[in-house]
């Protein structure tokens, strides 16, 4: 195997695609440090035709750092670090909304390593948005604006007691996940602790409210943020196949997966690698 990892970019802001790599094959150190510097580049990287066990899917994320294990999902049997996302009629997804991934804990996680096992013949497509891109495209008075506020994050707002009333074990299962996990404050705006560069930090999933201002103030600034994070501009689509997987550095972007593919069934295996307090 070549130690040259090739990347094709998808678009001018975010996104890129990585030609013939095994990720089922430990990579050599010169390979994953590649890997990793063109994630600082594109944010999200994706991979075709992989054949990763829930094993191997672990011991690659874990040269990113320490694994986050969820305390709601499911995970893949043996292995906990591996969340299981299995949605159809019956167990609809929980952020059909633009999100970053666990914001309500204290340190959000750096990066995810999702991939595809199971897809509906049609939909189901996964869209992520570059926030460094939506930042830069902010006036200078409203970076100004937002620089210093901080905003609460709540897992509340996508894990709602509705949605886990099937079984006792199910609600139980959730009020320890809030109670272990009060809402929490970031910066509206984030530094890259690598990179340096400044990205929006405030997502629909998650963010409640904006610190010490006025409720409709609040409301009005999140909303804007919330609506200007959907641009195309700052957006790229990934049309998923089984085996596939995406990797994407989960402190300057969010991601949509469509909801498009009902009554069909839909499983993703994700690991999440756990970042530190944002700045």
């Known amino acids: 195997m070549s130690e040259k990892v090739s990347l094709t970019a998808l678009g001018p802001h975010i996104g890129a695609q990585v030609n013939d790599l ?21 944010q999200v990287l994706f991979l075709r035709d992989q054949t990763l066990t829930p094993q191997q899917q672990r011991a690659f994320a874990a040269r990113f750092g320490d694994l ?56 189901g497509d996964t869209l992520w948005a570059s926030n460094i891109a939506a930042y830069n495209a902010l006036s200078e008075p409203f970076k100004t604006l937002l620089n210093g506020l901080q905003a609460e994050h709540d897992i509340r707002k996508s894990f709602q007691e509705y949605k886990y009333r099937k079984t006792e074990a199910e609600r139980q299962r959730l009020q320890l996940a809030v109670d272990k996990n009060p809402p929490v404050t970031h910066p509206v705006i984030r530094t890259h602790p690598v ?34 994070i959907t641009k195309p501009e700052f957006q790229v689509r990934w049309r998923w196949r089984e085996g596939d997987v995406a990797i994407w550095d989960n402190r300057i972007t969010q991601h949509y997966a469509t909801a498009d593919y009902s009554p069909a069934r839909r499983i993703m295996h994700r690991a999440t690698v756990l970042g530190d307090t944002p700045f």
Request: no cysteine.
């Open 22 to 42: 095994d990720l089922s094959r430990p990579l050599s150190d010169a390979q994953f440090e590649q890997l990793y510097h063109g994630l600082l580049r594109h």
């Open 195 to 228: 990179s340096g560069k400044k990205a929006l930090f405030v997502n629909e999933g998650f963010t409640t409210r904006i610190v010490g201002l006025s409720q409709k103030e609040s409301e009005a600034i999140l909303n804007f943020l919330f609506a200007h």
């Open 68 to 123: 986050h294990i969820h305390p709601i999902y499911p995970h893949a049997e043996g292995v906990e670090e591996i969340i299981v996302l299995d949605t159809d009629d019956n167990n609809p997804p929980d952020n059909d909304n633009w999100h970053t991934d666990v914001t309500f804990i204290n340190t959000p996680p750096a990066i995810a390593v999702l991939a595809a096992r199971l897809l509906p013949e049609n939909g």
